[in-house]
T-cell receptor, first 115, second 117 residues
Framework: DSGVTQTPKHLITATGQRVTLRCSPRSGDLSVYWYQQSLDQGLQFLIHYYNGEERAKGNILERFSAQQFPDLHSELNLSSLELGDSALYFC??????????????FGEGSWLTVV | AQTVTQSQPEMSVQEAETVTLSCTYD???????LFWYKQPPSRQMILVIRQEAYKQQNATENRFSVNFQKAAKSFSLKISDSQLGDAAMYFC??????????????FGQGTRLTINP
């Protein structure tokens, strides 16, 4: 158990709908990362938050947004869903966002299926 | 931008034998971190081993060790005494050590490891 908690574990929804994925980082971790893993794209970095502040954006679509709340949990919002958004969405966390090279720990992921 | 390449999409090894997974990366930075993650059928991402670029000594974690060649930008993973539970997808990953900017992990495409009993 990495200590990173993601909900829901599985989600099936229809095209055009909106979903929210939730992540609780490990206790004490200030950084939260979101990754998408699909069959054809591999592991893609979406976005990084540190202590409530957005630090970096990767290949995140405009239909997707995220935020990190004062209690450090994070949500990834996916809207106007398309079939191609079906993927495993990982949340990960680390202690700080600095040059200390501390390890990034992953949650178990949220499986999203768009039908 | 940094890139990570794993040239072996699939590997297989007999149980109890040794296997080496290859990884190369491209970066202009001198300070960074390298990782191997394991993803079993459960799809969870599990850290196997990490290496700091400033350390010349290769990291070791029980049956797992790395061969880090900084000049060649190579970071291979050696699994000794392979066990059935080692069967998984293995990802090599790079992370910048810069204090600002992207702290994300850059992943390779993965190597699927099969253990033959």
């Amino acid at each position: 158990d990495s200590g990173v908690t993601q909900t829901p574990k599985h989600l099936i929804t229809a095209t055009g709908q909106r979903v929210t994925l939730r992540c609780s980082p490990r206790s004490g971790d200030l950084s939260v990362y979101w990754y998408q893993q699909s069959l054809d794209q591999g592991l893609q970095f979406l976005i990084h938050y540190y202590n409530g502040e957005e630090r970096a954006k990767g290949n995140i679509l405009e239909r997707f947004s995220a935020q990190q709340f004062p209690d450090l949990h994070s949500e990834l919002n996916l809207s106007s869903l398309e079939l191609g958004d079906s993927a495993l969405y990982f949340c990960a966390s680390s202690v700080v966002s600095g040059g200390s090279g501390n390890t990034i720990y992953f949650g178990e992921g949220s499986w999203l299926t768009v039908v | 931008a940094q890139t990570v390449t794993q040239s072996q999409p699939e590997m297989s090894v007999q149980e109890a034998e040794t296997v080496t997974l290859s990884c190369t990366y491209d970066t202009s930075e001198s300070d960074y971190y390298l990782f191997w993650y394991k993803q079993p059928p459960s799809r969870q991402m599990i850290l196997v081993i990490r290496q700091e670029a400033y350390k010349q000594q290769n990291a070791t974690e029980n049956r797992f060790s790395v061969n880090f060649q900084k000049a060649a930008k190579s970071f291979s993973l050696k699994i000794s005494d392979s066990q059935l539970g080692d069967a998984a997808m293995y990802f090599c990953a790079y992370r910048s050590a810069r204090s600002r900017g992207a702290q994300k992990l850059v992943f390779g495409q993965g190597t699927r490891l099969t253990i033959n009993p």
